[in-house]
């Protein structure tokens, strides 16, 4: 018989425990650490008691464990985003799907949409006041959603409208509600749930149509829409994705593929005011068509401010060995991103913002995790590093981005996603038409 062994932790009332996480998730796991030290037990609403680790080896050991030892837990967003979702699915059928998917996201087919991304980012900042200051986010969100309703059904029109309106009110109402316990039902006409549902039912509908014209298109092998590719592939066993997967995957795309990227965009512009020597450097080197300080700069954003602050896993054999830890079947656990990157002996100086430490230098896939890892790494990590390297590289080009010596945007916990409380504020200037340089494009991609 396998001797269970969890690393200690709080004492105190689990709704006391819970409550100092749900209040502020980056101080609670920062003074458990001083506490506790890489690992402690802790109880979370609606998981239970909760292993947190964040020493890389025993990461590593939960990334690269089997799904059959480990994986996702059973309260996560595929309920929301449907029985077909990557998010759901576990085991053989995950591999299965994450196998159809991988290609619009990788390699050769990002260069399709590039030049679909600076358009819409040309077309956002046209908007922009100049000389006040406003917040960001909101505008760095319907970039990114453009870009992911262009990307995954290619053309505009009236579907394209109404997601276009559709889709940001589930991701907001999802986030919210994201943090309370699931009912079996959606019951009545009134409250969160039934509205969720509602627009749960307005999507399928759209999509529905949407799937219907592309399935009569003549040309469907032509276009470079993720939708018309998944209504091409085949499983290895020739069987074709059914409509509600492909419903699932997409909004699956939609939501998880919009709010981070503008989130961490966000981030940038907060973090940039506030260091306005990496800021010159920046401007310089995109007049000069590189590429490798911006590179690094987005990777340093996502180790100091991640948008999402951990990844979980449920224990799914009769029993796990992760280092010094033997945890049993059904434990839920929880790796730090925010601890992880917070770690002196793998980022000196951790607290600092610091973009040189990744210039020339790939972070290792263990370490550097704001796209989780494992079988379960975002699917859509190399896209929204070309994405956020694109933006950023078109806002430095057309714009002044001024300095600021106002303090750092606190955190806002949103549900899912970690944002700067004013969301990112700026003041800009549009900066006079110079001769055309050919810019690298190329991002450094983060391969799962």
């Not at 007049?287 to 948008?307: F, I, K």
Request: net charge positive; charged share 25%.
């Amino acid at each position: 018989m396998t001797t269970v062994k969890l690393p200690d932790g709080p004492t105190t009332p689990d709704f006391l425990q819970g409550l100092e996480v749900m209040v502020g998730r980056t101080r609670a796991w920062r003074r458990l650490h001083d506490r506790y030290g890489s690992a402690f037990t802790i109880y979370m609403p609606r998981f239970g008691r909760m292993v947190v680790l964040s020493d890389p080896a025993e990461v590593k050991a939960l990334f690269t464990a089997s799904p059959e030892a480990a994986d996702n837990v059973d309260v996560n967003l595929g309920q929301f985003l449907g029985p077909g979702s990557l998010f759901s699915l576990r085991g053989a059928e995950h591999r299965k799907q994450r196998k159809l998917l991988t290609p619009p996201f990788h390699g050769r087919r990002l260069e399709v949409y590039e030049a679909l991304i600076e358009e819409e980012a040309v077309r956002e900042f046209a908007t922009w006041p100049e000389g006040r200051e406003f917040a960001t986010m909101e505008s760095m969100m319907r970039i990114t959603l453009n870009v992911i309703l262009r990307a995954v059904f290619g053309a505009e029109g009236k579907e394209f409208d109404e997601l276009r309106e559709l889709v940001p009110k589930l991701v907001l109402l999802g986030s919210a509600l994201a943090a309370l316990p699931v009912p079996e039902k959606f019951l009545g006409r009134f409250g969160p749930w039934a509205r969720f549902a509602a627009h749960r039912r307005h999507y399928d509908e759209i999509v529905g149509r949407l799937i219907d014209r592309a399935a009569a298109d003549e040309h469907l092998g032509e276009r470079d829409d993720v939708l018309a590719m998944m209504l091409q592939s085949r499983y290895d066993d020739g069987g074709a994705m059914t409509r509600g997967e492909i419903a699932d995957e997409l909004l699956t795309l939609l939501t998880a593929g919009h709010e981070t990227t503008a989130t961490s965009l966000a981030w940038t512009v907060e973090r940039l005011r506030r260091h306005p020597d990496v800021l010159r450097r920046l401007v310089a080197e995109v007049d000069a068509g590189g590429s490798e300080l911006r590179e690094a700069t987005l990777l340093e954003v996502q180790r100091v401010r991640p948008v999402i602050d951990s990844t979980v896993r449920k224990v799914r054999a009769e029993s796990l060995e992760l280092g010094r830890w033997t945890l049993p079947k059904g434990q839920n656990v929880l790796v730090s991103i925010r601890l992880m990157h917070d770690n002196e002996q793998l980022f000196p100086k951790a607290r600092a913002f610091d973009p040189d430490r990744f210039v020339g230098v790939r972070p290792g896939t263990f370490k550097w995790i704001p796209f989780g890892g494992g079988a379960r790494r975002c699917i859509g990590a190399a896209f929204a590093t070309m994405e956020m390297n694109i933006v950023l590289r078109t806002l430095l080009r057309d714009f002044t981005l001024e300095p600021t010596t106002a303090p750092d945007e606190r955190t806002h916990f949103r549900g899912v996603a970690l944002a700067p409380a004013k969301k990112g504020r700026a003041v800009v200037h549009r900066r006079p038409p110079r001769p055309a340089v050919v810019a690298d494009t190329h991002s450094a991609q983060v391969t799962a």
